[in-house]
Each structure stands twice: as C-alpha cells, then as structure tokens.
C-alpha cells in the first residue's frame, strides 16, 4: 500500500542512549518531515527536507540529526537520549501544495 | 508571532448530533489552511483545504469554512458517527522561501457516545 511507513513503532530507551527513527515514503514526493506531537501541545516541527540532498531545522531541532538517505528516506537520529525526549514522533511527506501524509508514528519512551 | 488557536479544547456528544470546532490565527501571510483528523495512536489524515478565495469546504458529513478577514475557520460535522471520536487538527500555513510552513492547532479532542 501506498504511503508513509515509520519504524518502529514503540521504543524505550534508557537516558544517554542512541537511536535511529526510520521513515520511508513510496509516493515519490519531494518533502519530507519529522514531527513531535506532545500532550496538550499541537505538532511541532523538528527538521524537514524540502528535496533530496536539503534539510532544514524547523522548530524544535535540539537533540536531533537528521539523514535524508535518497528521495524515498528520512531518518530522525537521537545521539545521547534525554527524558525530555519522551514522545511521540510523526514522519510526513508531501508534494507542494498537497497535503501532508502523515506516518502511524513511532512512541518513544526514554527512562 | 504565528498562532493557531482551536477550541473548544475537548467536546462530548450523543451519535447523531451536529458539532462545530472552531480555529482562529493570526498566521501570516496567510497560503493556506487544513483541517486534519487523528484517530488514537495514528497520524493525521487531512479532511479539507481552503486557500484564501474559497470560504467553504465539504467532504461527506465534514464542512469546513474560512472568514479571511476575521482569521476564523469552523469545522462543522453532521449527523455525528461513533468514529467520529478522534483529534481535529487545524493547521495553517504560510509560505517562505518557497516553502509552505504549517503552524499546527494543539487540537479538539470530540467524543461521540452512543
């Protein structure tokens, strides 16, 4: 099936650790996003890649890394985990200026 | 500062009942605004777009509507379906080097109860 696919699902990490976020877009779009979706808080952008070979911080980029591997992937790095990380993350892609679709997310937990 | 603010925060209904979110900002300029829905533990799926020239949208039971002039948008749904209940995201975006940047609403969390 078309669309946006997040790995993993679920993941707990203990503080310090490292991991990577895998996502991977089979609609040939452009754009790619990584996404924080906290309680009581709307989503808020981390980086993007407007194209393949460009990203961009967006609003809370702090503690990530970002990777777009080709135009099919865009990985989301957490170098040295830190509670406040604890989340849950959406990967997205588009093609300007429809909308974006969105991955099933990955919940993150760092202890 | 570009913001988007949706209310009611949270809202319970009976099946079958009618309902209207509401979403103000002050995003600007203005390119473009969506409403999304997100059920539990999923992403976003997109319900509607309205650039500025279109004041109302309809998909199925879900009409959305854009007063430009008072940066005001309502999300109206009919005859309300148990999986109705999920998140209503309104998201609008502005355009900057060439990119469409969204400023994400915190959201309506709506129940339906049978």
């Known amino acids: 099936n078309a669309g946006v696919t997040q790995t993993p699902k679920f993941q707990v990490l203990k503080t310090g650790q490292s991991m990577t976020l895998q996502c991977a877009q089979d609609?040939?779009?452009?754009?790619m996003y990584w996404y924080r979706q906290d309680p009581g808080m709307g989503l808020r952008l981390i980086y993007y890649?407007?194209?393949?070979?460009?990203?961009d911080k967006g609003e809370v980029p702090n503690g990530y890394n970002v990777s777009r591997l080709n135009k099919r992937e865009f990985s989301l790095r957490l170098e040295s985990a830190a509670p406040s990380q604890t989340s849950v993350y959406f990967c997205?892609?588009?093609?300007?200026?429809?909308?974006?679709?969105f991955g099933q997310g990955t919940r993150l937990t760092v202890v | 500062k570009n913001q988007v603010e949706q209310s009611p925060q949270s809202l319970i209904i009976l099946e079958g009942k009618n309902c209207t979110l509401q979403c103000n900002y002050t995003v600007s300029p203005f390119s473009n605004l969506r409403w999304y829905k997100q059920d539990t533990g999923r992403g976003p799926v997109s319900l509607t777009i309205m650039t500025f020239s279109e004041n109302t949208k309809s998909n199925g039971r879900y009409t959305a509507t854009l007063d430009a002039d008072t940066k005001q948008s309502s999300l109206h749904i009919t005859a309300s379906q148990l999986s109705d209940s999920a998140s209503y995201i309104c998201v609008v975006s502005f355009v900057s080097g060439g990119s469409y940047i969204p400023t994400f609403g915190r959201g309506t969390s709506l129940i339906v109860h049978p």
């Open positions: 890649s407007a194209s393949e070979g460009t990203t």
């Open positions: 997205a892609s588009s093609e300007v200026p429809k909308p974006r679709l």
């Open positions: 609609m040939n779009h452009n754009s």
